[in-house]
């Protein structure tokens, strides 16, 4: 009898200690799984640029940045850091289109054409997203 119960004891700590190590196993998998996505979500940064004639600074805000500074505003316009002018930074895209590839200062919620090259950017994105 003392034999039997022996080995079930051994088997409730084999059982136990397999927990544990689990249980550790996972903390740890979901800490450098936390630490990694967020070095993932770096996306590219956003180029604004002032449109004030004696200043025309231009500076580079990763998404993070720009949500902290604007918060869920879709206004593409920001206060410039340099000469204080309130809205007076937009944000610089680039077109889309090989053939253009230039860049222009969104200066309102969604701006569809070029300014350069009078194409749609909005078609360029549904021809390159229905894929
Ligand atoms: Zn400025
Ligand atoms: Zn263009």
Not at 86 to 106: F, H, I, R, S, W
Not at 124 to 131: F, Q, V
Request: charge should be neutral.
């Amino acid at each position: 009898m003392g034999f039997v119960g022996d080995k079930r004891d051994k088997v409730k700590l084999a059982a136990l200690i397999v927990v544990v190590i689990g249980a550790v196993a996972g903390l740890v998998l979901s800490w450098t799984n936390s630490a990694n996505s967020s070095s993932i979500d770096e996306r590219p940064d956003s180029l604004y640029r002032c449109t004030r004639d004696e200043c025309g600074y231009e500076w580079s805000m990763n998404n993070h940045e720009v949500r902290l500074a604007k918060g869920p505003s879709l206004d593409p316009r920001m206060d410039c850091p340099e000469c204080k002018g309130v809205k007076a930074a937009t944000l610089v895209k680039t077109c889309p289109y090989e053939d253009c590839g230039k860049t222009y200062l969104q200066t309102g919620e969604g701006v569809r054409i070029c300014p350069e090259c009078g194409q749609d950017i909005g078609e360029w994105y549904r021809g390159h997203s229905a894929k």
